[in-house]
T-cell receptor, first 114, second 116 residues
Framework: AQSVTQLGSHVSVSEGALVLLRCNYS??????LFWYVQYPNQGLQLLLK??????LVKGINGFEAEFKKSETSFHLTKPSAHMSDAAEYFC????????????FGQGTTLQVKP | EAEVAQSPRYKITEKSQAVAFWCDPI?????LYWYRQILGQGPELLVQ????????DSQLPKDRFSAERLKGVDSTLKIQPAELGDSAMYLC??????????????FGPGTRLTVL
């Protein structure tokens, strides 16, 4: 069975500081990994995804994530936080062997302080 | 830019009543998903359609929930009767069909259900 663990339900950073949101996954088959962002009372928007190939993935709004198979991790980073980055972030895993269903982590709320 | 449409955006109902949510996926997307997101948690898949066929409804509480996608385009999710524990955000997503690897799932704005 696949699962996702997001370490830290709340992360607070100052504007301009590095953002690091942690995600570890469990999968018996090669995983496909995703990061989504959700603003209050809205749906989820894809930030980036890893399927195959280059392990450092760049997404929208200056975010990037690195797939590390040995550590079963897919942490999300951004060099400099902006106030508009304050939102809920979800890591998700899917596998090539199933129907494309996403298994989500519990989410991490990012707070950006001025 | 094409979007997934959902209605209503908000629904308040009393327990034991029936409720229905509607989703219109992005044109051309054959795969449609319904997720439930309880406050403070990540979304969980309720049901997945490929065209008009259900391919995964293993987490759908079938005693009270039903979903249909009769013409393989828009979809309706129904709850009857609603229970207090059904209060959640109901998200619809769509994607192209899978050939190799997963296609991106595009999410609608969701329907926030409150059961009193």
């Amino acid at each position: 069975a696949q699962s996702v663990t997001q370490l830290g339900s709340h992360v607070s950073v100052s504007e301009g500081a590095l953002v690091l949101l942690r995600c570890n996954y469990s999968s018996s088959v090669p995983p496909y990994l995703f990061w989504y962002v959700q603003y209050p009372n809205q749906g989820l928007q894809l930030l980036l995804k890893y399927t195959t190939g280059a392990t450092l993935v760049k997404g929208i709004n200056g975010f990037e994530a690195e797939f590390k198979k040995s550590e079963t991790s897919f942490h999300l980073t951004k060099p400099s936080a902006h106030m508009s980055d304050a939102a809920e972030y979800f890591c998700a895993v899917s596998s090539s062997g199933n129907t494309g269903k996403l298994i989500f982590g519990q989410g991490t709320t990012l707070q950006v302080k001025p | 830019e094409a979007e997934v449409a959902q209605s209503p955006r908000y629904k308040i109902t009393e327990k034991s009543q029936a409720v229905a949510f509607w989703c219109d996926p992005i044109s051309g997307h054959a795969t449609l998903y319904w997720y439930r997101q309880i406050l403070g948690q990540g979304p969980e898949l309720l049901v997945q359609f490929q065209d008009e066929s259900v391919v995964d409804d293993s987490q759908l509480p079938k005693d009270r929930f039903s979903a249909e996608r009769l013409k393989g385009v828009d979809s309706t999710l129904k709850i009857q009767p609603a229970e207090l524990g059904d209060s959640a955000m109901y998200l619809c997503a769509s994607s192209l069909p899978r050939d190799r690897g997963p296609y991106t799932q595009y999410f609608g704005p969701g329907t926030r259900l409150t059961v009193l």
